[in-house]
């Protein structure tokens, strides 16, 4: 089967592997979609922990399960399903396991033609969804519903910033606040991506490269129950500016690096907390994937591209016009 590769730092291949054999409590799933993240572009540079060359690479993907390893499991074959990426969370919803880790690094991912995963990974592909679309959901949107739901207590009605629209976990932060009845506004660092915002439905948006500080949304809007983050750096400081006594800073990312200073002066007097979080639980991703039913919510799909083209396709991860997720049809 073909597989998308780690072969060294900076360098990934399409080759062809041999195709999993399932064992016992595991699934052979066809994947018919798998779809690109930040994460796949840090592994490929060699700045992530524990990398190992010779993985097949990927934590999304959606597809057809082929065999099961357990007579019990047969059901399974047959379905249409989403991979929970998660690889031994744990019980406790707070916080993962020191054992846990991602699909597709350092164990075998998604950008194959089969995946073998473990069975209680398999998740029936949302009704309303095809496969491209649900192939977007796991890592992304597991990441963006914990954020605001377990770590941000987001409620209806409150004002929430999801900082960068056109990320691919930004996009699906936008789309859960929404639908939970938020006011959302976002910031982007593209006029055309935040008009594409304000046709979405944001209440009011903001281009990070053209202010260099948020006091006029701070000023005109009342101010953020919550703001959502993955640029990091010293824009936290602007956040801590424009929210509400009580508010907070849920961050996901650090993608341009640690802020310089922290204005804790602010941060205590008006009893703000700064939370990081990553992933989520077991138990999240199979809320977040309700929460997608109820809703309706179709993700926002930046391109669709094939299987043949993922090499050449991993600089686009970081391509400034890029809104939502890039995925592939494999
Ligand atoms: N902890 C976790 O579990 C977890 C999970 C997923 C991702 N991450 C991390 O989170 C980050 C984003 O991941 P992703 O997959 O969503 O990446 P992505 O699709 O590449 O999105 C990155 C986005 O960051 C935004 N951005 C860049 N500079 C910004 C700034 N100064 N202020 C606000 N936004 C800025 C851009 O938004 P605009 O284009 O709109 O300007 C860009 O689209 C990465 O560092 C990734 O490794 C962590």
Known sequence: MKALVLKDAGLIELREISKPTVTT?????????????????????????????????????SGIV??????????????????????????DLEVQSSRYTILGMPVDGTFAEYVCVPIDRLHHKPFHLDFLQASTLPLGGLTAFRALFRRGELRAGQNVLISGFGGGVAQFAFLFAQAAGANVYVSSG????????????????????KHSTYTDLWKTKGGFDLVIDSAGGDQINSFIKILKPRGKIVFYGATNGLPAKLDLYRMFWNQLSLLGTTMGSDHE????????????????IDSIRPFSKIVESFPDITRPNKVGKIVFQV
Do not use: C
């Not at 018919?32 to 840090?42: E, F, G, H, T, V």
């Not at 594409?196 to 009011?204: M, R, T």
């Open 190 to 209: 593209s006029d055309e991506k935040i008009e594409k915002a304000l046709k979405l439905g944001a209440k009011g948006a903001y281009n990070y490269k």
């Open 66 to 91: 082929e065999e099961v390893g357990d007579e019990n499991d047969l059901p399974w074959v047959g379905q249409e399903v989403v991979i929970n990426p998660n690889i031994e969370w744990g019980s």
């Open 285 to 300: 991703f199979s809320e977040m994937l309700t929460f997608v039913s109820k809703h309706q919510l179709r993700p926002l």
């Open 25 to 61: 409590g595991k699934a052979l799933v066809r994947i018919k979609a798998a779809a690109l993240n930040r994460r796949d572009d840090w592994i490929r540079e060699g700045k992530y922990p524990n990398i190992k060359f010779g993985v097949t690479m990927g934590s999304d993907g």
